[in-house]
């Protein structure tokens, strides 16, 4: 059996460490909510969205609270039938995660992300960042094409942007995805307009 196969099974038994786990999210609560991390909690995972241990790569475990969204209360009060308060943001967790990844890296961009773990409050994920100028990161020819993108997260280029897009699915009933929902409309409604 190879060496990643035995770290995914001691990851998907993890309730045979449960003194280990509960140490280690006592831990990361204390810690801030975007932490810069030397090597990856789950390295199988890791490599398999493309982390490598070179210079360029960046690793940063990310927190993210759980729970919905809540608007600004408005200044001149509200209505309860008209002014809700709540906000859908239509973003997994994992997308907000890398969001606010970025805005503590703006020189990197986001490679991919995995989820690490999660208690009653928090969620955490790892996020994989590259740095855009190191030349040991342009050597890789797939990294060069991602290195070139600006913005990928707040674009939805990412593997989480994606699914939140839903451009995981394909085909049948995919139809009204794509280029985005956003340009099917705009489409639709030229020709209803002529």
Do not use: H
């Amino acid at each position: 059996m190879a060496l990643y196969k035995y770290i995914r099974e001691s990851w998907n038994n993890r309730e045979d460490n449960k003194k280990l786990w509960s140490e280690r999210l006592a831990q990361w609560r204390r810690e801030s909510a975007t932490t810069r991390i030397s090597y990856p909690t789950r390295l199988d995972r890791a490599r398999s969205l493309g982390y490598k241990a070179k210079k360029g790569f960046i690793l940063v475990r990310q927190r993210v609270v759980r729970g919905g969204r809540m608007r600004i209360l408005p200044a001149g009060g509200r209505r309860s039938k008209r002014a809700s308060r709540r906000k859908d943001l239509n973003l997994s967790y994992q997308t907000v995660a890398e969001i606010r990844a970025i805005e503590s890296y703006p020189n990197c961009e986001i490679l991919n992300s995995y989820y690490v773990a999660d208690d009653g409050t928090y969620y955490w994920y790892e996020i994989i960042l590259i740095d855009r100028s190191s030349p040991e990161v342009l050597a890789i020819p797939n990294m060069k094409g991602v290195a070139e993108q600006r913005q990928r997260v707040l674009r939805g280029l990412t593997a989480s942007g994606k699914k939140s897009r839903g451009l995981i699915t394909k085909g049948r009933y995919a139809e009204k995805l794509r280029p985005s929902k956003k340009a099917v409309f705009n489409r639709k409604s030229r020709k209803e307009r002529k």
